[in-house]
């Protein structure tokens, strides 16, 4: 998935955006952490809060026209895997052909808050049990 950022020429973009925000992981901070985020996506031509269907009010952070979705998840681990499907079903009806999950490293999760997804676990999931059932080419960046 790292290549298809690159050749899409957004990977400095989202590393950017990662390393951007000068904000304490500490509880509370997910809302202001992904409004950070979007915005410097939205500088370098980035739509924010995608909806992926019209008639629900599911949506990605992120999108970029040459079709990559991005999702930020500092929450549940459960809502992690509802990402995945949500990039996965952007994939399926064409709208998206690169997905990107932003989670938390375990030690900044801690900070957060409790039973929170983390780049650790969600990696090792993703590529163990999976791998097969998301086809998106995914890249999943831990943040700390």
Same mark, same amino acid.
């Given at each position: 998935?790292?290549r298809?950022?690159? %050749?899409r020429s $957004?990977l400095?973009q989202?590393?950017?955006?990662? =390393?951007r ?10 809302? $202001? ?17 995608l909806?992926?269907? $019209? %008639?629900?009010?599911?949506?990605? =952070?992120?999108?970029?026209?040459s *079709?990559?979705a991005?999702? $930020?998840?500092?929450? =549940? ?5 509802? %990402?995945?499907?949500?990039?996965q ?10 997905g990107?999950?932003? &989670?938390?490293?375990?030690a ?19 590529e ?6 998301i ?6 960046? *831990? &943040?700390?």
């Amino acid at each position: 998935a790292l290549r298809h950022l690159r %050749d899409r020429s $957004v990977l400095d973009q989202i590393e950017n955006a990662l =390393n951007r925000p000068a904000i304490r992981l500490e509880r509370g901070i997910t809302p $202001v952490l992904k409004e950070e985020i979007e915005i410097e996506l939205e500088s370098h031509g980035w739509a924010r809060r995608l909806r992926i269907d $019209v %008639d629900f009010q599911a949506h990605v =952070n992120a999108f970029h026209t040459s *079709g990559v979705a991005l999702q $930020v998840q500092m929450g =549940n681990v459960a809502r992690a895997f509802y %990402d995945l499907m949500k990039l996965q079903r952007l994939h399926e009806i064409q709208k998206a052909e690169v997905g990107v999950l932003v &989670v938390p490293m375990k030690a900044a999760a801690i900070k957060i808050g409790s039973n929170l997804a983390c780049f650790e676990r969600l990696s090792e999931e993703h590529e163990m049990m999976f791998r097969e059932q998301i086809s998106i080419p995914l890249a999943i960046f *831990g &943040v700390s």
